[in-house]
């Protein structure tokens, strides 16, 4: 049985589970859009009414309604097999209705001049768009970002730094602008500058301790809007790269960026130890599969320098992202070690100290481009 199945096949509770069918829809929807892209953007919108009916349209491209026929079907039979839901209704539709999870969001943040389904747009004023992801959590992927942005720009290069981590952006703490306010009276946000660098975060508009608690649709339009109404570059003086700080794993954010903005590369950032390369295996799958070029893979916490003495000790193993990407024919960029200066430089929003190892990735990405 799919796994999304056994999610939602569970006792019949009082209120209907609509979060979980979301999940579920969307679940089903993933793996059509990885396997094939021209069938374009789809996307979910569920309500349940007072009779406990799902009611779900799927916004598609109309010229694929036959082909998106059989997965409207599976669509509906999982709607009425899910717990809470004693009938559905599912339609493919070429227009989204304002809903009353979606309307407030449409009034609060209009979009601007943004792709259209299924069609890539090119960042005006970025010359390279390098996405910087991770299969998992806490392998140290937006510390990475950081100073490899910082690296990039001693190199001589004018950058930018993206923070596409709508539930926990850290960018602004590891540039240390917490608290600063983008302009937005232009017309356009104007990015925050630090250390040289643009930098642009949700943390920079929300409650820093305020939890977001936000579906898809409303998070994929915050995402598109820091891509397109933030003023990345000018025509006289555009950015060479805009290093975009993704969240872990291969869901929205992910599939939204592929599909709607032209990537020249992305870096996977893992630990050493197989549990962590088991998730960096998959988002290198995942980006093959959505044609994204791989730049290379980076082994961060590779070994534990004592603070002390220098003595190194490889805490979580050593080496498993350079055999890895040696297994799947990737480069591997370099590795970088855990040291109690990076992290103290990180928590002070300045570059790190121990500069050589992101130094030594910035060259690669350079030769590359």
Partial sequence: MPSFLKKILTPRSKTPPKAALREAVTDAI???????????????????NDNNIAMISLEIDPQHASVLEPLRKEVAHIAERTAGIDGAQVVLTAQTQATPDNSAAQKAAPAKAQP???????????????????????????????????????????????????????????FGIEGQKPDGSQGHITPIRAHGIDVMSIGLMVDPNAALIWRGPIVQKALMQLLFDVQWGRSDAPL???????????GDVQLTLAQKVHIDGAIIVSTPQDIALIDARRGVAMFEKTNIPILGIVENMST????????EDPIFGHGGARSE?????????????????????????????????????????LDRQ
């Fill in 30 to 48: 993933m793996p059509l859009l990885l396997r094939d892209k021209s069938v374009g953007r789809i996307t979910p919108l569920v309500q349940i």
């Fill in 116 to 174: 259209a389904s299924g069609a890539q747009q090119s960042l005006p004023h970025v010359k390279n768009v390098i996405l910087v992801s991770s299969g998992k959590g806490g392998v140290g992927k937006s510390t990475v970002t950081a100073n490899l942005a910082h690296a990039l720009t001693q190199a001589g290069k004018t950058v930018g730094v993206m923070d596409a981590d709508i539930y926990g952006p850290s960018q602004p703490r590891m």
């Fill in 240 to 250: 060479d790269y805009l290093l975009i700080d993704m969240p872990p794993g291969t």
């Fill in 304 to 311: 534990h320098i004592c603070s002390n003495c220098g003595h």
């Fill in 325 to 365: 990407a040696e297994k799947m024919h990737v480069p591997f960029l370099g590795d970088i070690p855990l040291s109690a200066q990076i992290r103290a430089d990180s928590d002070q929003g300045v570059p790190a100290q121990v500069s050589e190892p992101y130094q030594a990735i910035a060259r690669h990405i």
